[in-house]
């Protein structure tokens, strides 16, 4: 846009513009689009004095052509600009997609982590009241055990080894 302003500066000053003038008094850029120029009148009479001879249409076409020139560079240009435009909007609206889609993907695994971990809790808690059920089963066991071992030893005299080796040989 500010290429396209200068060609249309550099035109008008350059071929047109009254020696020893302000360019500000006889045309100038304001705002993006808005050329404004004085009359040509103007122009013509001050250029009538500066000068001494009419100079009236002798680079006009010239000066045509730079501005025809330049509206169809800014159409380019806009045109181009708003094609790029179109291409952010749209890269960003994938972008957002793409974004809600890994989010979404976040949450499921999360989702998925925390119903693991909490099959994971619910079978060690399973194991460990396993571990303690057949610790005491062991523990019940073992008091059976020495019980029954208790009684044997009470009701069933043994004789040690020795002493019946001794007692069969006084008979």
């Excluded at 909490?118 to 059976?144: D, F, P, V």
Aim: glycine share 4%; no cysteine.
């Amino acid at each position: 846009m500010e290429q396209a302003r200068q060609l249309l500066v550099d035109a008008f000053m350059r071929d047109e513009a009254v020696p020893g003038s302000d360019p500000q008094v006889h045309g100038s850029l304001h705002g993006d689009k808005v050329v404004l120029l004085t009359p040509a009148a103007d122009i013509t009479a001050t250029r009538h004095s500066a000068v001494g001879s009419p100079t009236l249409g002798k680079n006009w076409p010239e000066v045509l052509e730079r501005v025809r020139g330049a509206a169809q560079y800014m159409r380019t240009v806009e045109s181009r600009a708003e094609e790029q435009e179109f291409r952010v909007q749209e890269l960003l609206e994938q972008v957002r997609a793409d974004m809600q889609d890994a989010h979404a993907r976040v949450q499921a695994a999360e989702k998925r982590t925390r119903d693991v971990q909490a099959q994971a809790n619910k079978l060690i808690q399973a194991a460990e009241e396993r571990a303690r059920i057949a610790q005491e089963r062991t523990a019940t066991i073992e008091g059976w055990l020495v019980q029954i071992s208790e009684a044997i030893e009470t009701e069933f005299v043994v004789e040690p080894v020795n002493a019946r080796k001794a007692g069969t040989k006084r008979s």
